[in-house]
């Protein structure tokens, strides 16, 4: 397949591009590198089968050559970027998703969004199903980040259900890894770092707030899954106009193309975590208590029944295995 990565130079989708030009697609990155870095991919140019294109998705987007699938990952993620990026966070979540739909509906290509669990804000239920319509505030500072991506998920859903582009929603908890920023904010990337650095670790809150945390090749690998998964898994009876129309109150089927939440269900609390990192790196540093942010989510753990039953996926990698191989990164470049 050629594929489409926007935000490939990120995180996710550097190793996104690792992966799928391993199993010998070709892929074109399309990153304007505003939390990217070019040092995350520098490793494939010059590699036949990947090329790079610096751009901001928000514009039209245009791209030579058939396209069988499209990527979409762009976007600020860490807390910290996208409340220092407000206005760039909505745009390339409202404009850059519409025009990576645009540039799929004319290639006739597969389009996957990149959503989070964000969408749940703070969540009243623990674990969230992606049956669950969650609890956001949509004026608050991550107000930005959660609403860019709820109506990312609603347009992406009308271009599959107006248009019938065979489209794909994954919901992504908190991942860890190998190229993470050392600075993005992140609560992995920060408490390694402090670790490392024999400074103190910095818990927001009181620490009783929990997270579940998915590395990185566990996560593409659920996504490739889901991005080359049967568009008839499921039976689809949405994609007929008229039926949408008139019997839109009626249960709709679960089908490939509804949201899957992708994470690892193993939740701890952030005193958990910052304990876990000391324990591993063998640091001696102190903790410091700082305030909570601004609706801060109390509890997230993803349900991941829909994976298992749709793609037979689950995480593989056990968290202290995970973060000792991040901790072995952050030792090289911090
Ligand atoms: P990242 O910041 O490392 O990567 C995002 C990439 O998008 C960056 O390279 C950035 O430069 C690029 N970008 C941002 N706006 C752009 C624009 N207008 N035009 C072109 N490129 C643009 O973050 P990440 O952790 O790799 O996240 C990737 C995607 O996964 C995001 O959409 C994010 O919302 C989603 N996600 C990530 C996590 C996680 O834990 N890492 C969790 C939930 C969802
Ligand atoms: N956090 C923390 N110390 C830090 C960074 C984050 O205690 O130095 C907390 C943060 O308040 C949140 C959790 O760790 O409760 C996860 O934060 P992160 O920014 O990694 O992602 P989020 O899940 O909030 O999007």
Redesign the pocket.
């Known amino acids: 397949m050629r594929i489409l990565i ?2 490939g ?5 550097s190793h996104l591009s690792d992966m799928l030009i391993g199993k010998g697609h070709e892929v074109v990155a ?7 870095r070019a040092e995350n991919i520098a490793h494939l140019m010059g590699h036949p089968r990947f090329s790079f294109i610096k ?4 514009d039209y987007l245009h791209v030579d050559g058939p396209l069988d699938a499209i990527l979409h ?5 860490s807390p910290q ?1 996208y409340l220092e990026m407000p206005i ?1 966070t909505l745009k ?1 979540g409202a404009l ?1 998703t519409h025009k990576a739909l645009g540039l799929a509906k004319a290639k006739g290509a597969r389009l996957l969004l ?1 959503s ?2 964000e969408v749940y804000g703070d969540p009243l239920v623990n674990p969230q199903p992606e049956s669950y319509w969650g609890n956001v505030n949509p004026i608050s500072p991550r107000g930005v980040y959660d609403e860019a ?1 709820r109506f990312a998920e609603a347009i992406t859903m009308a271009y599959h259900r107006y248009h019938g582009l065979d489209t794909r929603i994954v919901r ?4 860890y890894g190998p190229r993470m920023r050392p600075n993005d904010g992140r609560v992995v990337s920060n408490f390694i770092v402090q670790a490392l650095q024999g400074k103190p670790l910095t818990i927001f809150g009181d620490g009783t707030q929990t997270r579940s945390f998915c590395y990185a090749d566990d996560l593409v690998r659920g996504i490739t899954d889901l991005l080359v998964a049967d568009s008839d898994k499921t039976v689809d009876q949405r994609t007929d106009r008229s039926t949408f129309l008139t019997k839109s109150s009626q249960p709709l089927p679960e089908t490939i193309h509804d949201p899957v939440n992708i994470g690892n269900p193993r939740e701890l609390t952030v005193k958990d975590i910052a304990e876990l990192v000391l324990r591993l790196t063998g640091s001696k540093s102190a903790i410091e208590y700082r305030p909570l942010p601004a609706d801060d989510p109390k509890v997230r753990r993803p349900d991941i029944r829909r994976a298992k039953m749709l793609l037979g996926w689950e995480p593989q990698v056990e968290l202290e295995d995970g973060l000792r191989k991040t901790i072995e990164y952050f030792r090289q470049v911090v």
């Open positions: 926007t935000g130079a990120g995180f996710l989708g399309v990153d304007n590198l505003i939390t990217g751009y901001n998705v928000c990952f762009a976007s600020p993620a970027d760039a390339v850059g990149a989070t669990s991506k992504i908890f908190n991942t």
